[in-house]
């Protein structure tokens, strides 16, 4: 039944003293997948589990440079990517207006059966640490109510929170990204945005190499053939040496 197997999250185990536990967490948004999402069955939502005196608890959300090791110490994934949302306002003085706003990796529009309507999605070049590049990609309602669907928005500047973006897709209809209930008007490159919030949230420290700020989530991928267990069990082994490092 692929819509029971794509709500399977992947579980990581943080050890506590001698307290470890790795347990399965139902992600109840993922019992019907978002729209146009490519492989439902075999993409999961990464949580971290770990027992705290007895008790146990699952979160959702990592640090970036966490995200970074568990991609890059894992095989058991075709693609991983790192993802959030954020209310920011859009526009400049009266006319700006607080709006949904997809903040994430390159890899997040692979998941997806998604080719962009005009232009094109950001790429890893512009996604990379540490300040990324200011480009943006429209979603289709935000495109069409606020641009009357212009054939000449690529290239137009636009301005997100504190940064001022340029536009170079629009993604199509019916693409929502994880968000199904409230979709992004606009889509920048986490590292971007993340050498924006850094500034406030961290000091003397590098945002992309810090252990200490959790702000986005991560989703993957298994390569055909690998199971959820062993997909589990790689992540454990990739968390605990990343712990380690």
């Given at each position: 039944r692929p819509g029971f197997t794509a709500a399977v999250v992947l579980t990581l185990a943080l050890g506590i003293g001698a307290n470890t536990a790795i347990f399965s967490v139902v992600d109840r948004l993922l019992f019907r997948p978002p729209p146009l999402l490519r492989d439902p069955a075999l993409t999961h939502r990464i949580y971290l589990a770990r027992t705290d005196r007895g008790k146990e608890f699952a979160g959702s959300y990592i640090q970036y440079a966490r995200y970074r090791d568990l991609t890059d110490w894992t095989s058991s994934f075709a693609r991983t990517a790192m993802f959030t949302a954020r209310r920011l306002a859009i526009g400049i003085g009266p006319e700006s207006r607080e709006r949904q706003v997809g903040i994430v990796t390159a890899g997040f529009f692979s998941f997806f059966d998604a080719p962009p309507v005009l232009g094109r999605y950001f790429g890893p070049a512009e996604d990379s640490v540490p300040v990324g590049t200011p480009v943006a990609?429209?979603?289709?309602?935000?495109?069409?109510?606020?641009?009357?669907?212009?054939?000449?928005?690529?290239?137009?500047?636009?301005?997100?929170?504190?940064?001022?973006?340029?536009?170079?897709?629009v993604a199509p209809r019916g693409f929502v990204g994880l968000w199904p209930g409230s979709p992004p008007a606009v889509y920048v490159p986490m590292t971007v945005y993340g050498a924006e919030l850094a500034g406030n949230m961290l000091h003397r420290e590098e945002w992309w190499t810090s252990y200490h700020w959790t702000w986005a989530e991560m989703i993957a991928a298994r390569k055909p053939g690998v199971s959820v267990p062993a997909a589990d069990a790689d992540l454990s082994a990739a968390y605990l040496k990343s712990y380690e490092a």
């Amino acid at each position: 039944r692929p819509g029971f197997t794509a709500a399977v999250v992947l579980t990581l185990a943080l050890g506590i003293g001698a307290n470890t536990a790795i347990f399965s967490v139902v992600d109840r948004l993922l019992f019907r997948p978002p729209p146009l999402l490519r492989d439902p069955a075999l993409t999961h939502r990464i949580y971290l589990a770990r027992t705290d005196r007895g008790k146990e608890f699952a979160g959702s959300y990592i640090q970036y440079a966490r995200y970074r090791d568990l991609t890059d110490w894992t095989s058991s994934f075709a693609r991983t990517a790192m993802f959030t949302a954020r209310r920011l306002a859009i526009g400049i003085g009266p006319e700006s207006r607080e709006r949904q706003v997809g903040i994430v990796t390159a890899g997040f529009f692979s998941f997806f059966d998604a080719p962009p309507v005009l232009g094109r999605y950001f790429g890893p070049a512009e996604d990379s640490v540490p300040v990324g590049t200011p480009v943006a990609v429209l979603g289709y309602g935000y495109w069409q109510t606020a641009y009357g669907g212009r054939q000449d928005v690529l290239g137009a500047r636009i301005q997100v929170g504190a940064t001022t973006y340029t536009i170079i897709g629009v993604a199509p209809r019916g693409f929502v990204g994880l968000w199904p209930g409230s979709p992004p008007a606009v889509y920048v490159p986490m590292t971007v945005y993340g050498a924006e919030l850094a500034g406030n949230m961290l000091h003397r420290e590098e945002w992309w190499t810090s252990y200490h700020w959790t702000w986005a989530e991560m989703i993957a991928a298994r390569k055909p053939g690998v199971s959820v267990p062993a997909a589990d069990a790689d992540l454990s082994a990739a968390y605990l040496k990343s712990y380690e490092a």
